[in-house]
């Protein structure tokens, strides 16, 4: 086989492993688990956040039971105690006690509802924790698979650069000029010719062309200049 033709075939396949290199960089797996980890762990922020207000709010609230519970005692005391004999006094006491009870009670509600919250949030931290765990494994088995993978084919690429380079020294330095200005200026420097068409341009060739190419020659095609090998 024609040396050129080699040196075209290795010149291709260092452009797969590259672009294998590159598409394994930025592996779309590995994006999207990344995606949903940071999506859980700002998830977990928002129920953190929510949960120490929650905190704080049952704090005022268990503060709040403690105080009417000391004025309900306080107003016990004064209503059996004997020591107040004015009826409207006493019966003023009373409704502020039953008024008092009331508020207790909506307080104790409050405190209950927000103690459930708690809970429900607390249940929803451990799930996000567990959720970013398996996240976090699945990305390092990932990137320890994809660390390894580039490893591969960056040998690869070495093997394959350091026989482009030995082919290169074996071609004549006519011919590799030659090869190098069409590969500059095409990504396709070479095309193979099926039909007595040119693979590059699609423009059918003169017999005089296809006589050189039954001769395994390689020559340029006069429509768009590629090199043609049949």
Do not use: W
Not at 35 to 57: A, S
Not at 77 to 99: H, Q
Not at 127 to 156: A, M, R
């Amino acid at each position: 086989m024609n040396k050129i033709i080699k040196l075209d075939q290795k010149y291709n396949l260092m452009n797969k492993i590259e672009n294998k290199i590159k598409y394994i960089q930025k592996y779309p797996k590995l994006s999207e688990m990344r995606t949903k980890l940071q999506k859980i762990n700002n998830l977990e922020k928002i129920y953190m956040k929510e949960l120490g207000t929650l905190k704080e709010k049952t704090v005022l609230l268990e503060n709040d039971l403690k105080n009417k519970e000391y004025e309900l005692d306080k107003m016990n005391k004064d209503l059996y105690s004997g020591l107040i004999k004015d009826i409207k006094l006493l019966e003023n006491i009373k409704n502020k006690e039953t008024n008092l009870e009331k508020s207790k009670e909506i307080v104790e509600q409050d405190f209950i509802s927000n103690m459930d919250e708690m809970e429900n949030l607390n249940i929803k931290i451990e799930k996000c924790k567990i959720k970013s765990e398996e996240l976090q494994q699945i990305i390092k088995n990932l990137d320890e698979k994809i660390i390894k993978k580039i490893d591969e084919y960056t040998y690869k690429l070495n093997v394959n650069l350091d026989q482009i380079e030995a082919l290169r020294s074996e071609i004549n330095n006519d011919e590799l000029i030659r090869y190098d200005n069409i590969k500059n200026k095409y990504k396709n420097a070479l095309v193979k010719v099926e039909n007595n068409i040119c693979g590059g341009c699609n423009v059918e060739l003169f017999m005089n062309k296809i006589s050189k190419l039954d001769n395994n020659e390689i020559i340029e095609c006069e429509n768009c200049g590629r090199l043609m090998y049949k």
